[in-house]
């Protein structure tokens, strides 16, 4: 639809404005062979995943198309595009396997990056270990004594707290 706003001066010199509002809808019967010469130049997954080029280039052609024949076309958009039942079907089930793809690489990516967290873990209570046995070679035992003197220190404590405590002498009489 295309409205035009015209005046005109007729023989008595009136002025009239004239409004049109004028339909051109294509001939149906000849849009099949002109379709057919824009659509033959893509190929389906090409019309799914390129949609916003395909319909750029369809208007470009379709505006220069009908210049030819002093139609403006303002704007040319592709609003359905189906394909067979069978296609479709195929096209999700390939989504769907491709989705499946990328979650089992995510998955192998997470259990490497596990893994090498692991050897990193690994490896520092390996280092931790070597450097308390190089301690312990450079000051003996000391340390170890030490830290037994303290658990001991603090089970006396615990014990000395509880009613139900018996002491026993250390020595011979026992």
């Known amino acids: 639809m ?12 009136q002025t009239i404005n004239i409004t049109l509002c004028i339909l051109y809808p294509p001939r149906a019967e000849l849009l099949p062979k002109h379709f057919l010469q824009i659509w033959s130049q893509f190929d389906a997954i090409e019309l799914i995943t390129q949609r916003t080029l395909i319909s750029q280039s369809i208007s470009e052609l379709l505006i220069e198309r009908a210049a030819q024949f002093g139609l403006l076309l303002d704007d040319i ?3 359905h595009l189906s394909f067979r ?8 089930l390939k989504q769907v396997a491709q989705q499946d793809v990328e979650k089992q690489r995510f998955l192998v990516e997470k259990t490497e990056q ?4 692991n050897v ?4 520092g209570d390996a280092r931790t270990a070597d450097l308390i046995g190089k301690a312990l ?3 003996g035992d000391g340390l170890i004594e030490l830290r ?7 089970i006396a ?3 000395s707290k509880s009613r139900n405590i018996v002491y026993l002498s250390h020595g011979p009489q026992m």
């Not at 596990?114 to 967290?117: E, H, K, P």
């Not at 990193?120 to 490896?123: D, L």
């Not at 037994?148 to 603090?154: C, F, L, Q, S, V």
């Open 137 to 139: 070679d450079e000051v």
């Open 77 to 79: 958009s592709i609003t």
């Open 120 to 123: 990193i873990v690994v490896e």
């Open 148 to 154: 037994r003197i303290e658990a001991a220190e603090g």
């Open 2 to 13: 295309h409205k035009l706003h015209f005046i005109i001066f007729i023989l008595d010199l």
């Open 114 to 117: 596990s893994r090498q967290a």
């Open 85 to 92: 039942p069978e296609f479709t079907n195929a096209v999700e």
């Open 157 to 159: 404590n615990q014990l």
